[in-house]
C-alpha cells in the first residue's frame, strides 16, 4: 500500500518535472539566459581579474570565495558531526577489524600500496598546485591525498596509518581550510577592500597580479591540506572499533 | 519539441525519482542512503548539462582558446560545492548507520520504527 | 562609509573561527572549552547590536564580498527584518549556550564535548549567514551547514531513541535540501543569475513562468521540511523532545523560525516584486497547509503525556502561525510574522530550557510527575508560567502582540477564516498550557516526588530561563520600540 502511494506521489512528481523541463530553454543554446547575463564578464576577465586561466577556478577562489569558505566549513562540520556520533579515537593505540583480521595482506599488495602511496602523493601535490591552471584544485588534491591514506589504513590496518599521521598531527590542521579563508579575509580587509578580496587596493597596481596569484595558491594549499586531514579523521572515526566489541588479540 | 533537445534534463529527472522511490521506499538503511545519493547524482547531472553550449571547450584560458565556445563555468563551480556537501552529508549518514546498528542490530528500518512503537507502548503502560 | 559595514561577515565569520579552533583548545585545555565557546557569540552579539541604528527600517547594508559587484560576486544584504534575526539569534545561543555548560555533561559523554561545542557554534554562525546572505546558492551553503549540525546535535546524546531521532530528521531533511539545490537550478537555467536582488529583476521580465512556479514550489517543500509546516512536520516532535534541552531550545527556538524567515526571503525578496501572480497558487496552499498546522499541533500538544513532547507540538502549531503571517502578503502580517518569530524564540526556548532544569533537577519528563512542582522549584515554575501566557497570547506579554498583528495582517487581507482559525489556535494554547500550569502549582504533589523546600537548579541555568521569560514581558510591554520599524521594513519589502 505504501509502496503504491509512493509510486503515485513520484510519478506525479516525475511528470510536473519533465513538464518543467520540456519548458526549459534549450540545452547547449548559445543565447539561452544563462549565457547572456553574468558569463560573458566571467569568461572574458577571469584571467585577468582572478590572475587564473582555469575560471572555474577563478569563480571557486575568487569570485565566489565566500561560498567555498562556507563549504570548507561544511566538510569541517561533517567531521565534527561524526566526532560527535563517534567519538573520537583515545591517544596510543587504536585498532579496526583489518588489523585483527587473520589473514593478513598479501606482501603483493603490501609492496605496490608502498610503492605507489609517494607517487599518489606526488600527484595530489601537483593537482593542488596546479589548480588555476588545469583541471584540479585544493579538494580534488585533498581528495587524492584521502584516497591514498584510506588504500594504506585498508592495507596495514589502523594502527600502522594512525602511527604515521597522529593525533596531534591532524588536529590542528584539520580547520587548515577556513582559518587560511578568514586570515586571507581580513588581510584583504586590512588591505582597504572588502572580506575576500584579493586585489589589495592599497598597494601598488603592478604587485597586485602577483599578490592575487600567491594568495590563491596558499588558499588552495589550505584548502588541499584542510580536507586531506579531514577525511582522514573521518575515516579513522569510522574504522575504529569500541574496545568493548573487539575482541583481544 | 523541446523535450527532445533537453534529453539529458529527461535523465536527470528520471535519475531523481529513481533516487527518491528508493529513500521512501526500500527497508534497508543503506539502501535508502544509496538512494540518496542517486537524487544529488541527478542534480548534479541537471546542473553540469545546464551549463552545456553546443561544440562547448573546457574553460580553461590556455593556447587562445576561444571565450564564446566556452562552457558555462557557474554550474561547474556550484557543483564542486554541491559534491562536497553529498559527501558530509554521507559521512555523516553513515555513521549514524554504525551507531544504529551498533545499538539495534539491524539495517530494516521496519525493525527499527517496530522497536519504537513497543518502546512507546511499554513507556505508556 | 564607516568601519561597520564590515559588522555583518565578521558576525557570521567570527564564530566560524571560533569553532574551528576549538578542538585545538579541546586538545590542549579541555576544561577551558566551554568558557571559550561563549567568546566568539559574544563578540557577535556585540557587533550586531553596535549595528542597531545604522541600519534603516526601509533600507539595507549591501556588503560585496572580494568587492566584486553583486551579480557577479556575493553579496551580504541585512536589512531591518534581517538584522532582527541576527540579534535574536545571537541572544537566544548565548543564553541556551551558558545553559548548557551545567546541563550537557548529564547528557553528553565527556570525549564528545568539544565536538558537541564546536557543532553548537556551527550552527549559530550558519544561523548568522543563512538569515543575512544575499546569494541565493550561499543560502544552500548556509543551510547545509545548519542541517549538518543540527542532524548530529540531536545525535549527540549517543542512545537508541536519540540516533533513531536523528537519522530520521535526516532522511526528511537531506531529500528537502536536494530539493532547494534542484530548485536553485531551475531558477538559474531561465535567469542566468544567483543574486536575490538580481533574480527578482529578472524573474519579472522572465518568459518561463511554469519553471519559476515549480521552482517555488520546489523552494516552499523544501525549507518547509526545515520549517517542520504541517504535512512535513514528522521528524520534529521526536527530534525536538529527544534532544539535549538547549539544543531543543535552539531547533525549536531558532531554526524553524530561521527556516520560515528563508521563506519570507524567496517569497518577497526573490519572487515577490515580480511574480506575485504566479505563485498565488502556491501561497494559498500554504496558508491552508499553515492553518491546518495551527490546529493539528494545538490539538497533538493537547494529548501528550511528556513534557518535551508537548512543547515540540506547539512548535508545529506555532510555526503555522508565521507562515499565516506570511501568505497574508500584507505589512501587518509580515511585521506580526516577525514579531511572532521574536516572541516564539523567547518563549519556546525558555519552556524547552524550564523542561531542561526539571529533567536535571529530578530526571522528571513527563506531565503528571510535575504535580506540585512549585514547592522545590518555585523559581522555574514561575518562569514557566511567564512563558505559557506568552505562548497563549495573554495582554502584558510579547504573544499578545504577535498574535494581534498577524489578526489584523489576515482581517486586512480579508481572510476571515484564518482570523477564526488563529484564535481557536490560542484557545488550544490555552488547554495544554493551563493544564501544565495547574499541575504545578494547584495540585499536591505525589508521595516523595518533589521536597517541600526550595531546591533550584544551579544560577547558570536558572538565569537564562529568567532572562528569556522576562524578555517575553519586556517585548510585551515596550512593543512600541520596534513594532513601527517592523512594519515599515515590512511594507519595504513587499
Redesign the interface.
Known sequence: M??II??LF??A??V???????????????E?????????????N??EETNS????TG??L??????????V????????????????E?RGRIHSYVDRSPVPASPVVKTMVRFLAPFIILFSVYTILHGE???G?G?QGGAIVGASIIIFTTIFGLWEASRRIP??FR??L??SA??IF?IV?IL??VGG???????W?NIANNLQPSVVLWLTIIVEIGIGLGGAMVLIS?LF??MRE?EA?APTA | MRLLHNYHYIGAVILFCIGLYTVIVRRNIIKKLIGLNIMETAVFFFYISLGYVDNGIAPIRVGGADPSKMVNPIPQALILTGIVVAVSVTALALSLVILLYRQFGTLDVDHLMRDEAEEAKEAGE | MGAYRHFPVLMITIPMLGAVLLPFLGYLRKRWVATATLLPLAVSAVLGLLLIGRIPADGYLSYELGSWPPPFGIEIRVDYLGLFMMLIVCGISLLALVFSMRYIEREVEGPKLTAFYVLFLLLSAAMLGFTATGDIFNLFVFMEILALSSYALVAVAGNRNAVRAAFKYLLMGAPSSIMVLLAIGFLYSVTGSLNMADLSTRIAESSYSEVLIVAYILFVIGFGVKAALFPMHMWLPDAHSIAPSPVSAMLSGLLVEVSAFAIIRVTFSVFGSGAENLIGGTVDALGIFAAAAVLFGGIMAIIQKDLKMMIAYSTISHIGYIFLGITAFTAEGLAGAMYHVLDHGLAKACLFLCAGSFIYVKGYRRIDDLKGAWRQMPWTCFAFAVASISVIGVPPTAGFISKWYLILGNIEAGNYFYVFVLLSGSILAAVYCFRVIYYMFFQPPKEGAWESRTNEASPSMLAPIWILSFGTLFFGVFSYLLIPSLLKAAAFLL
Open positions: 505504501k509502496k509512493s509510486l513520484i510519478s512528481l516525475g510536473l518535472l519533465l513538464f518543467v523541463v520540456a519548458s526549459m530553454p534549450r540545452m547547449g543554446d548559445p539561452s539566459p544563462t549565457r547572456e547575463h553574468v558569463i560573458p564578464r566571467y569568461l572574458e577571469a584571467e586561466p582555469n575560471v572555474i569563480i571557486i575568487n569570485y565566489r570565495g565566500y561560498d567555498t569558505s562556507g563549504e566549513t561544511v566538510i569541517f562540520c561533517a567531521l565534527a558531526c561524526v566526532l560527535a556520533i563517534l567519538g573520537r583515545k591552471i588545469s583541471p584544485g579538494f593525533q596531534k588536529v590542528p584539520e580547520g577556513f582559518i578568514f579575509g584583504g580587509i577592500g572588502n572580506f575576500l578580496t584579493y586585489a587596493p573521518i572515526a569510522m569500541e566489541i
